[in-house]
């Protein structure tokens, strides 16, 4: 018989070692959890922030409108001249640390093409076509491309011209297109096309361009509803092949829409934030402009 001698005195210093490690790994996991906890919580304080930095230039941005008109924003290119926006109202640094708290630099003036993602029943758009009486905007058409979604809604197309004929004191708008259109884009294979008439209520040809207001609207039952609605301008007649005629597809006018678009930035703390200000003219005879903010649901602010 052989007796060995068993020595169990380093394994309670195992076994403390193993606790210590778990306890330990269990430590650092909870530190991780914390630590990403605060981070996050630490972004959202700085994306508040930023946020409401884009949202000061977009009230500084209005308040141009408002006080210096369309002229003083030009195309938002930016020399310093009195006819563009400038350095001073492009950007801005509010907390004085040296760097660009917010910045509007990517708005346009016009939104070459117009596009809406979805559009209920009962739902309308409208697009201002404005420059048209002096010449600087050469829009001659507009081309409607939609797509049906739920059960079979109808497009209400209504063309308002914008310069008022005076009767007896009181200002009057004609309307010299109001359409209903049945077939979409898709079903029909060709997209809609529509010339401004520019004629009076005689018939008429007017002798200067007129501005318009044009106004797409869903017809329909509860849930109707159209998707890809987009509405394109060009410098020229459809012509007799209509919309399908290369040359006439070749012939797109980027200063169609007169909506503006202003996008400001905001910065703070490595977060970015970024508001959009869509701008149709309110009424051209007085320079007024409105503007909505979109964000999840479409939010009005006064102007």
């Known amino acids: 018989m052989f007796n060995y001698s068993k020595n169990e005195s380093g394994i309670i210093l195992i076994l403390a070692l193993m606790i210590m490690s778990i306890l330990l790994s269990m430590a650092l996991g909870f530190g991780v959890f914390i630590i990403s906890d605060l981070r996050q919580a630490q972004e959202i304080d700085s994306s508040i922030v930023s946020y409401y930095f884009a949202d000061s230039g977009i009230e500084r941005t209005l308040y141009l409108f408002r006080h210096g008109g369309k002229e003083k924003i030009g195309n ?5 001249s009195n006819e ?17 708290d917010w910045t509007i630099e990517d708005s346009t003036d016009y939104e070459p093409t117009f596009f809406r993602q979805r559009l209920y029943n009962g739902q309308s758009v409208k697009l201002y076509f404005i420059g048209r009486s002096d010449s600087s905007n050469t829009a001659q058409s507009i081309k409607i491309n939609w ?78 509803y159209i998707d890809n609605l987009s509405v394109t301008a060009y410098n020229e007649k459809k012509g007799i092949n209509g919309c399908n005629s290369e040359d006439y597809n070749n012939t ?39 503007f909505v903010l979109f964000s999840q649901e479409d939010i009005t602010k006064g102007y």
């Open 84 to 100: 563009l926006l400038s350095s001073v109202d492009k950007n801005s640094d509010m907390t004085g640390d040296g760097s660009i």
């Open 76 to 80: 938002f290119s930016g020399n310093g």
């Open 252 to 290: 797109y006018n980027p200063e169609g829409i007169s909506n503006i678009t202003i996008k400001s930035v905001g910065v703070f703390a490595g977060t970015r934030q970024a508001v959009y200000a869509n701008i149709p003219p309110r009424d051209p005879s007085s320079s007024l402009f409105g």
């Open 147 to 224: 797509v049906k979604g739920f059960n079979s809604p109808k497009l209400q197309v209504v063309f308002t011209q914008l310069n008022p004929t005076d009767d007896g004191g009181t200002l009057v708008y004609f309307t010299d297109i109001n359409k209903i259109e049945i077939s979409d884009s898709i079903e029909s294979a060709n997209p809609v096309c529509f010339d401004f008439k520019d004629r009076n209520i005689n018939g008429d040809i007017s002798p200067i361009p007129s501005n318009y207001l044009v106004e797409l609207k869903v017809l329909g039952t509860s849930g109707d």
